[in-house]
């Protein structure tokens, strides 16, 4: 818990909301990862993005997720 990572890999599922942006991403070594986005600036991700994620990793209700700190559309 805490501890950095770089997620890489396909958009699965987006939801939007104003300033936050929470996303299922799948990717090769794990089967679906959760990512919580709190926005800066405008981004734009929908199923099917190639997406980079650097984050931390947090425990949400007894799940792991990622806290992603920036996000890169490849």
């Given at each position: 818990e805490g501890q950095e990572v770089d997620v890489f890999g396909v958009v699965a599922h987006v939801v939007d909301?104003?300033?936050?942006?929470?996303?299922?991403?799948?990717?090769?070594?794990?089967e679906h990862v959760s990512v919580v986005l709190f926005k800066s600036s405008d981004?734009?991700?929908?199923?099917?993005d190639i997406v980079r994620v650097i984050g931390s990793v947090d425990d949400y209700q007894g799940k792991k997720q990622v806290i992603g700190n920036r996000v890169e559309k490849k």
């Amino acid at each position: 818990e805490g501890q950095e990572v770089d997620v890489f890999g396909v958009v699965a599922h987006v939801v939007d909301h104003d300033n936050v942006m929470f996303l299922t991403i799948d990717e090769q070594r794990v089967e679906h990862v959760s990512v919580v986005l709190f926005k800066s600036s405008d981004i734009e991700l929908k199923q099917g993005d190639i997406v980079r994620v650097i984050g931390s990793v947090d425990d949400y209700q007894g799940k792991k997720q990622v806290i992603g700190n920036r996000v890169e559309k490849k």
